[in-house]
Every structure is written in C-alpha cells, then in structure tokens.
C-alpha cells in the first residue's frame, strides 16, 4: 500500500447509498453521507487531484452536441474537457460530480433497451453507487495508476456489497461496461464522462474477468495501464472477496 497524507472524505449525496458498503474497510455509509478513510480504503492511494467539469454545464454544452464528419464524439469530449475541466483535490467534489454523470447514464429508461430482463432498477441503483466509488480510481497520462480502491474490482465489491453470486456480478459488468458494444450508449458514456476529466476504460474483454474500471485522461498509455494492472490484480481482488458475508451461490 502506497498512500499520501490526507485527511478523511466526506461527502453528501441525493441519493442514501445501501449501508452493506460499509462491509468494505475504509468506508462508511449513513444514508446520504459517505465517509473514506483513504488509508483503509485504497489498495494504493498516491494521488488526491482529479480533472472535473461541472455537470451542468456538460448538460448544456455537451450531451446534445452531435458527432459530424468533421469533429467525432471524442473530439468533442476532448475539445470541452480542455475548455472546462479543472484539477480539484476535492474528493467530495469529484464524487458528487461522479452521482450525476452515473444517475444519468444508469437512468430506468435503459432497462427496456439492455435486452437483460434480469436487470432491474434495483440492479441499476448498485451500479449508480458502484461506480460513483470508482471515480476515486486515477490514472496518470504516463499510463501509472495512481489511486485503487475496492471498486476498481466491480464484480468483487458488488458481490460483497449486495451479496450478489458470480453470476449475477458478471452481469451486473456487463451492464457497466455495455457502452462498448452499444454505440448508443458508448456516445452517451463518452460524452457524460468528461465530467469526470477522461473516458472510461477498461482492461477486460467482454467477459468480465476484473480487469478495471477507470476514467482515464485522453492521452494516457494504455500500453503501461495495462501492464500496471496485470502486476496487482490477483492478489487485491482476493483481499476484497474476503469481505463476503457469506459464500455466493
């Protein structure tokens, strides 16, 4: 475990996240408060600055803009994040940026098109908190991650946090990662993510096997991520398992 100082995150959120996050080390849940301890929570914590654009103006801005022949979806995102994305090391603000851009891109209206009929609300409330967690996550433009917590493992810590079996948590992946295979929702994904300074990018394949899940900044090697990532997963992705309450079906 890397780690700088730092003090205790504290944040309050719309919406009361379900209190089994608090089965995790490092966090705690009191309805709408979220609490981190980072040097309990991270696996490796080295970085408290992160790229965040306000939400609000993403709305207005951006999410109705349309890709031309000219300028693609990601120029886009690119051309906005360089306008009006800001460091903070304001994890708070980072996390309540992180609940908007989720609760719109796991919004009920999905349900219908995912073509999962095992998938319900519920499920898309797990992934709205899941991966509001996750934007804790960081990578560097070298390609170096900086900050993991729990939830860089998402079938793990969802498995833990709502005793889901594995075959449900791998569902519940691919739902999270479905932007890739959807191009509708890949748009709506890039474009509500420079919220959050980047894109979203995974390691895995698409059969979820834990290989990540992080906003990475344009620009950063994939190449030495996904080295980086090979080199530490097994071992933490086992430590988060341990934390289920009992063994899934």
């Known amino acids: 475990m890397t780690t700088i100082d730092t003090t205790a995150i504290t944040v309050v959120l719309p919406e009361a996240f379900d209190e089994r996050w608090n089965r995790l080390p490092g966090i705690h849940v009191d309805g709408r ?9 991270f696996f490796r914590f080295e970085s408290n600055s992160w790229l965040v654009a306000d939400w609000e103006l993403v709305k207005s801005q951006l999410l109705e803009v349309q890709e031309t022949t000219e300028s693609a979806v990601e120029q886009l995102a690119l051309d906005f994040i360089k306008a009006h994305a800001e460091s903070t090391s304001d994890a708070a603000r980072v996390l309540s940026t ?24 519920e499920h898309l409330r797990m992934l709205r908190e899941a991966a509001t967690l996750m934007a804790l996550n960081k990578v560097e433009l070298d390609g170096h991650i900086s900050n993991v917590g729990p939830c860089w ?31 509708h929702r890949r748009i709506e994904s890039i474009k509500a993510h420079a ?34 990532l090979a080199a530490f997963k ?16």
């Open 234 to 249: 097994a071992g933490w992705i086992e430590q988060v398992y341990a934390h289920r309450v009992s063994p899934a079906a």
């Open 153 to 183: 493992f998402f079938p793990a810590a969802t498995s833990v946090v709502f005793d889901l079996d594995d075959e449900m948590g791998g569902m519940l992946d691919e739902v999270y990662h479905g932007g890739w295979f959807n191009e």
């Open 98 to 121: 992180a609940y908007e851009v989720y609760a719109y891109l796991f919004r009920d209206e999905h349900l219908a098109g995912l073509g999962l009929p095992q998938i319900t609300a």
């Open 33 to 41: 408060r979220i609490t981190i301890d980072p040097a309990e929570y």
């Open 195 to 228: 919220a959050l300074g980047g894109r979203l990018v995974h390691g895995c394949q698409s059969v979820p096997d834990q290989t990540g899940g992080v906003v990475a900044p344009y620009g950063a090697s994939m190449a030495a991520f996904r080295d980086d």
